[in-house]
């Protein structure tokens, strides 16, 4: 019984490596080579992460992006209420402070997209959002991403005041600091692109790796497991047969 059940083995063998098309059953079935899948797919795994960290932190820029151009927006139309606060020679000292209390509401809208904009409870515009590690490898090595600060303190437009001497200058500075960090953000997630194009590709690469090392060779298995089905039956007729010489030659006896 000992050979049929051997050959049975086999035959079990075969069949589970052919329907989940992994050969690598046990680590019976090669040591070496469990080993060296396991860590092959935990890289794979850490290159998949890394994708979608730098993603998310691609996410996270767009969300920053957009608040600055919401921000460049109230400074243009600031801009716009500058240049017409300079054309002194119409307006009242009453008309400037109407021109100043839109003034106000563009710099408090500035100042709420600032302190309020976020991504996962993180603040992205008040200056604290700086050299925030992108883990992209799966060493957990990667890349830091900064966001410019965006307060009215930062844009130099804290004291901004039509009423008084001002320069156009001030808001155009600000719109510059702006366009700036908007330019480095773009920077950041291009980086990013290239990040994961390589995490991706690497990925694909390995996983390839991985499937020569523990795949099922399913036209070979398939022969194998037709061999072992057959040596299988052979034990059998042959263990009948032995049991039948083996009654043959009892019943001769008596």
Do not use: C, W
């Not at 795994?45 to 600055?68: F, H, I, R």
């Not at 002194?88 to 563009?106: F, M, P, R, T």
């Amino acid at each position: 019984m000992s050979s049929i059940s051997g050959i049975s083995g086999g035959t079990d063998y075969y069949s589970a490596a052919i329907a989940s098309g992994i050969k690598l059953q046990s680590s019976a079935d090669g040591a070496a080579e469990m080993a060296i899948a396991e860590k092959e797919r935990s890289i794979v795994n850490g290159y998949d992460q890394g994708t979608e960290n730098s993603k998310d932190a691609q996410n996270l820029l767009n969300v920053a992006d957009s608040a600055m151009s919401d921000i460049a927006d109230n400074l243009n139309r600031m801009r716009e209420l500058a240049v017409q606060a300079s054309n002194s020679a119409v307006l009242s000292n009453d008309d400037l402070k109407l021109i100043q209390d839109e003034v106000d509401q563009l710099k408090q809208g500035i100042s709420d997209i600032a302190s309020n904009t976020q991504f996962n409870s993180k603040n992205l515009l008040d200056g604290s959002y700086q050299d925030e590690h992108i883990a992209s490898n799966p060493d957990a090595s990667g890349k830091d991403i900064s966001i410019g600060a965006m307060t009215l303190q930062a844009l130099g437009i804290e004291d901004f005041d039509v009423t008084g001497d001002f320069s156009i200058d001030t808001i155009d500075n600000a719109l510059s600091k702006v366009s700036e960090s908007r330019s480095n953000v773009g920077a950041q997630s291009n980086a990013l692109d290239y990040a994961i194009s390589y995490s991706t590709n690497s990925s694909i690469n390995l996983s390839s790796a991985l499937s020569r090392t523990e795949d099922t060779d399913i036209a070979e298995a398939a022969s194998e497991l037709q061999k072992a089905k057959l040596l299988q039956n052979y034990q059998l007729l042959m263990q009948k047969k032995k049991q039948e010489n083996e009654q043959n030659k009892f019943g001769a006896l008596f």
